[in-house]
C-alpha cells in the first residue's frame, strides 16, 4: 500500500485545515482508515478512525472539532479540523492494516500558532 498525504501547513488558532490522504495499491474500500498524529516530543497518537462501513471514532480531544470521511470513488480519506488549537501541532500520518501490519503515510505537519 502507498498512502500520501497533503494538507498540512500553518494556521492561526482557531482556523481550519482539511488534510487528505490518497492511497493506491489496495482495495481501498476494504480497509479501515485512520488518522494518527505525532507532537514533538511525545508518542503518535490515534486521533480518528472510520470504518470500511463508515462508522468513526475520535480522540477525545478532537471531538466536536474534527470530522473523518472517506470517498472510495477517489481512494481517499479526508480530516477536517476546525477550531484548532496550539496543542494540535504535530505530524499527521494517515494509516491503515495490512497483512496485519500497520502501514503509514509519509505525513504532513501542521502548526497552529497561539
Known amino acids: 500500500v502507498q498512502l500520501q498525504a497533503s494538507g498540512g501547513g500553518l494556521v492561526q488558532a482557531g482556523g481550519f485545515l482539511r488534510l487528505s490522504c490518497g492511497a493506491s495499491r489496495i482495495m481501498f474500500s476494504a480497509y479501515d482508515m485512520a488518522w494518527y498524529r505525532q507532537a514533538p516530543g511525545k508518542e503518535r497518537e490515534l486521533v480518528a478512525s472510520?470504518?470500511?462501513?463508515?462508522?468513526?471514532t475520535y480522540e477525545n480531544s478532537v471531538k466536536g472539532r474534527f470530522i473523518i470521511w472517506r470517498d472510495n470513488f477517489q481512494d481517499a480519506v479526508y480530516l477536517q479540523m476546525n477550531s484548532l488549537k496550539p496543542e494540535d501541532t504535530a505530524v499527521y500520518y494517515c494509516?491503515?492494516?495490512?497483512?496485519?501490519?500497520?502501514?503509514w503515510g509519509q505525513g504532513t505537519l501542521v502548526t497552529v500558532s497561539s
Open positions: 472510520i470504518t470500511t462501513g463508515g462508522g468513526t
Open positions: 494509516s491503515t492494516v495490512e497483512r496485519d501490519l500497520r502501514r
